[in-house]
């Protein structure tokens, strides 16, 4: 299970990130998060996602609830 939300992590993130077009050090900004964990998603590595992160990514990338990140699209 914690597989499968990691792909659809990184897929979403990715995608999102492309459609805003930012890059991912903007993306680092946006969300207050290091370049190497949002390196880390988007390469499908295994990393501590914690609500915290999701809660960040989601500002970092204006979606209205980051649950929607761990979502097959």
Do not use: C, F, H
């Amino acid at each position: 299970m914690i597989e499968r939300w990691l792909k659809y992590l990184k897929t979403n993130v990715k995608n999102k990130r492309k459609e805003l077009g930012i890059t991912q050090q903007e993306l680092a900004n946006r969300s207050q998060l290091s370049m190497t964990t949002i390196l880390k998603i988007e390469q499908g590595r295994s990393v501590d996602i914690k609500l915290s992160i999701l809660d960040a990514l989601g500002k970092g990338l204006k979606t209205k609830d980051p649950l929607d990140l761990l979502k097959d699209t």
